[in-house]
């Protein structure tokens, strides 16, 4: 599967630049231009680009929607427009978290498509695509920054694949054992006794709330031993 970033006739050079940074961020690397007189040199689609030169380099240039067509095999428009019942199809839309959770089902070159600033996708644009996605929004200004609409949507594909870091927490038998150890260097340091029980609420919901790693774990453990050391040590 290739997924494009489809930009029809954007108007703004910085907005174009800004889309080839979000698009680097997220792993993105396919842009389509459609339009016929978009310069890729233009100085504010460099500068809003930064470190995604070479997808501004590398963009592929389209004169009208019906290339996009017929160069992709499926293509999702997007829109800040939905239909409101049933009965009408042309902006029926999915969320861009359902679209995210099916796309990966599909293969060759997929299309993703984003409209002008000022009025987005035209209604014959909209027919011509497969399916529609849009990203909710409240009703009182439902239409985004087209940079933003973009992060947002590669965002949804992008977590929809990231396997993050997996980590191991601490067991219950090691919780306690460092309640134990926070028991032992309260009396180290000779805590006041009437406030140790508040104490110890306290410390165990803190470790309830932080979730700890068993490297985190054994980490405090080191650390309470040099403590309880030291504090008796000095004594």
């Known amino acids: ?4 970033v489809i930009l029809v006739e954007p108007k ?4 174009v630049g800004a889309v080839a940074r979000v698009m680097k961020n997220f792993g ?4 389509v231009i459609v339009s016929p007189s978009f310069s890729l040199n233009h100085d504010d689609c460099r500068k809003y680009a930064m470190h995604a030169q070479d997808i501004i380099d590398n963009a592929i240039l389209m004169r009208n929607f019906d290339e ?3 160069y992709m095999d499926y293509i999702v428009g997007t829109t800040a427009i939905e239909s409101k019942d049933d009965k009408h199809h042309l902006r029926k839309a999915f969320t861009a978290r359902k679209f995210a959770n099916e796309i990966y089902k599909l293969e060759g070159r ?3 498509a ?9 209604n014959e644009e909209i027919k011509k695509c497969d399916l529609i996605v849009k990203i909710p929004t409240h009703d009182e200004y439902p239409v985004m920054n087209l940079s ?3 992060c947002i949507i590669l965002y949804e594909l992008f977590v929809n694949k990231y396997k993050p870091l997996e980590i191991i927490l601490a067991d219950g038998k090691e919780k306690e054992k460092l309640y134990e150890f926070f028991d032992k260097l309260l009396d180290a340091i000779e805590y006041p006794e009437f406030k140790k029980e508040n104490a110890r609420i306290l410390f165990r919901r803190v470790i309830g709330r932080a979730m ?3 490297w985190e774990y054994h980490t405090l453990m080191g650390i309470f031993k040099k403590a309880i050391e030291k504090s008796r040590k000095s004594k």
């Open 1 to 4: 599967m290739e997924i494009f």
């Open 110 to 112: 997929i299309g993703i």
């Open 68 to 70: 996009v067509v017929e």
């Open 28 to 31: 993105f690397t396919k842009l």
């Open 148 to 150: 933003h609409a973009v």
């Open 212 to 214: 700890l790693s068993k």
């Open 12 to 15: 703004y050079p910085g907005n």
């Open 114 to 122: 984003f409209g002008r600033e000022d009025y987005g996708l035209l």
